[in-house]
């Protein structure tokens, strides 16, 4: 499923490189500002990618923009790449890393090839990371595959018979494989998905609860507090105040552990 590149560079050879890198594994937007980088982030999903000039609007004699380290601190599941020219001050990469810049690459020595390349690697980074975080410490092959599938769709917005899709199988085998991987049916599994990934956004300070739930999406913010009461019994903001990851992800232990000890499970349909 495409994910989101923002591309906030104004080399226009580059440009086109990365949009023939992008391909059909991203959708790419090309931002004039930083307050335009900004403005895109608040509503994009968790595995936003963004591709930036970081010396944009102030110069290389100015050091990295101050806007990226506050872009850094506001949106800190967003991977950030620095595309730089040959001639950038060495001590620079050196800011860009103690910043959190997930890669520095110099734009005269990389081709759409290498640019391709370097997208595939950084891609799945901020979902795999939820689900580390998320998951027990012993998890069965054929249910993390389940669960990071659900991780996708869930980011992309789509529903259980997109997930059924994404895994090459039908919505009842996927039940069957839901239950013998000691999951709950595929509808909850995905919204559970969805609701790790908006706790995830609500840790970022640069979101409002707006935001988290058009980038996980809900049609409003109803919807996410409506889901947020029905799966952990408290609202967005409260759930802000608690660590909301860490608060989700206890929550989504115990309905697996609940899920396991239930005799026949697996068995009935959603």
């Given at each position: 499923?495409?994910r ?14 990365t ?10 937007e ?10 895109a982030?608040q ?11 970081p ?32 001639r950038?001050r ?11 810049v997930?890669q ?17 690697a ?22 993390r595959?389940i ?5 996708e ?23 069957r494989r839901?239950?013998?991987?000691g ?14 990934l ?6 970022q ?14 049609a ?10 029905d ?16 608060t ?23």
């Amino acid at each position: 499923m495409p994910r989101s590149l923002f591309l906030l560079h104004s080399d226009l050879k580059f440009q086109a490189r990365t949009r023939e890198a992008a391909s059909k594994a991203f959708v790419v937007e090309v931002v004039a500002s930083w307050n335009a980088l900004h403005t895109a982030l608040q509503t994009s999903g968790l595995v936003s990618l963004a591709i930036l000039d970081p010396y944009a609007e102030h110069g290389v004699q100015s050091g990295p923009a101050p806007e990226l380290r506050a872009l850094l601190g506001a949106f800190p599941s967003t991977t950030v790449v620095a595309a730089v020219m040959a001639r950038s001050r060495l001590q620079d990469l050196g800011t860009l890393g103690e910043w959190s810049v997930a890669q520095v690459i110099v734009i005269e020595e990389e081709d759409a090839a290498a640019i391709r390349r370097l997208l595939q690697a950084v891609r799945g980074r901020p979902l795999q990371s939820v689900l580390e975080r998320s998951l027990p410490e012993k998890v069965s092959g054929s249910a993390r595959e389940i669960l990071s599938a659900a991780a996708e769709v869930a980011t992309a917005g789509g529903q259980v018979e997109e997930l059924a899709r994404y895994l090459y199988t039908s919505m009842r085998t996927l039940h069957r494989r839901c239950g013998a991987a000691g999951l709950p049916p595929p509808r909850q599994t995905l919204a559970w998905m969805r609701i790790l990934l908006a706790a995830e956004l609500l840790e970022q300070p640069g979101r409002s609860i707006e935001s988290v739930a058009a980038a996980c999406g809900y049609a409003s913010d109803s919807g996410l507090r409506r889901t947020f009461y029905d799966f952990l019994g408290m609202s967005p903001k409260e759930l802000r105040g608690t660590g909301a990851l860490a608060t989700t992800s206890s929550a989504f232990r115990k309905k697996l552990s609940e899920v396991a000890a239930a005799p026949g499970r697996g068995a009935r349909l959603v």
